[in-house]
């Protein structure tokens, strides 16, 4: 072998996420908002045809909607994501101004008005 041993992993052995589709709604789900993250769950139930957002699908839908579309979505709004932080914190996704999409953790615990929970369509 030649070279230097490096601590990278060949990419030919990186592992990736399976390819699959996601339907967004341009706002978090209707009535999530101002609550804590056991009652957004109950709310989801409401909406069987929905499942919680990865943090991957919503950033990602965000950016293609803006630059197929020229629309921001999430502009005012954060959406919970089903990821959680290293410190065990859930994933935010939202606030989509001219500074770009934000992207922050909170612990749920507790709702304000602003926070909903991000939802894609199941397959």
């Not at 908002?33 to 699908?57: H, V, W």
């Not at 990821?83 to 934000?102: C, K, M, P, Q």
Request: proline letters at 4%; one cysteine or more; aromatic letters at 14%.
């Amino acid at each position: 072998m030649c070279g230097l041993a490096t601590k990278y992993t060949p990419t030919n052995q990186i592992r990736t996420a399976k390819a699959e589709w996601a339907l967004i709604p341009k706002f978090p789900l209707p009535g999530s908002f101002s609550k804590d993250y056991e009652a957004q769950d109950n709310e989801l139930l409401k909406y069987p045809t929905y499942r919680t957002s990865k943090a991957i699908e919503l950033f990602t839908g965000a950016v293609l909607n803006f630059v197929a579309n020229n629309e921001r979505i999430y502009k005012d709004k954060w959406g919970g994501c089903s990821d959680e932080s290293s410190a065990s914190h859930r994933v935010l996704g939202g606030i989509f101004n001219t500074a770009g999409f934000g992207v922050d953790y909170d612990h749920m615990d507790y709702g304000f008005d602003s926070l909903g929970r991000a939802v894609s369509r199941k397959f």
